[in-house]
């Protein structure tokens, strides 16, 4: 069974229907109406409710910031890669997926698929190996974003690189020390952008297989970025492009 926690997390499993929550279980005493409406909701949808002491939702959730709120649910739905192509944003021109190389801190991906979800991407592929998978933080981390983007996870991505290729899609790799100044290319088509870990970035093998490497110009004396931070200014340079064409 999957745990999820925190208030918007939580509210926006209980909006959708595709990964039901089984029951619930609030903080005694908590309230607001954030809280009064996850417990509207609940009654709509005849979910049971437990009201249980703070330190019970401590030892169930393995932490203490789950803001009072705990759901049960079945496991995770991941998507299909063929999903995650059939999910183009509808006011953009062409598809954009994002591709994640051993992001292994669920805060990080938390965080992506949250930043994927805010620029329209279609979604997000991870690998099953070497990579942290949905799990309540993870989707605490997404502010529940990760169920409106699909998400997949494939054994090889490698051969997931060579799929995408078969489907038009152009491979940009994020590369902080070789890659291309990102302001000098070209953005024309269907666009994969692969993130990698903010220790070592994209593995070889993986590099191997992009069409460009690119990389973000920096001024400061710190010459790294969060990839979550550095995502987001990626995927913000390729949709620019495509507002000016």
């Known amino acids: 069974m999957q745990v999820i926690y925190g208030i918007n997390p939580v509210l926006e499993v209980l909006k959708r229907n595709d990964w039901p929550i089984i029951k619930l279980m609030v903080a005694k ?133 060579e799929y995408l290729k078969a489907k038009d899609f152009w491979i940009y790799g994020a590369d902080a020390a070789g890659g291309q100044n990102m302001h000098t290319l070209d953005y024309t088509g269907n666009i994969a952008v692969v993130m990698g870990s903010e220790g070592k970035g994209i593995r070889p093998l993986i590099k191997k297989k992009c069409d460009f490497l690119l990389s973000i110009p920096l001024k400061g004396k710190i010459d790294s970025l969060n990839v979550s931070v550095a995502a987001g200014i990626i995927l913000h340079e390729i949709l620019g492009t495509w507002d000016e064409s």
């Open 29 to 161: 005493g908590r309230g607001g109406e954030p809280v009064q409406k996850i417990l509207n909701l609940a009654n709509e949808k005849r979910i049971p409710v437990d009201f249980k002491d703070r330190e019970y939702l401590d030892r169930q959730t393995g932490c203490k910031i789950h803001q009072g709120v705990v759901g049960f649910c079945k496991e995770f739905a991941y998507a299909s890669i063929d999903d995650v192509i059939a999910n183009r944003h509808r006011d953009l021109k062409n598809n954009v997926i994002l591709i994640l190389d051993s992001i292994t801190d669920p805060q990080n991906l938390g965080s992506l698929i949250r930043t994927a979800h805010c620029f329209g991407v279609n979604g997000v592929i991870i690998p099953t190996n070497r990579s942290a998978s949905v799990t309540a933080s993870v989707m605490k981390s997404s502010s529940g974003s990760a169920r409106y983007t699909p998400v997949a996870i494939e054994v090889n991505l490698s051969n997931t690189i």
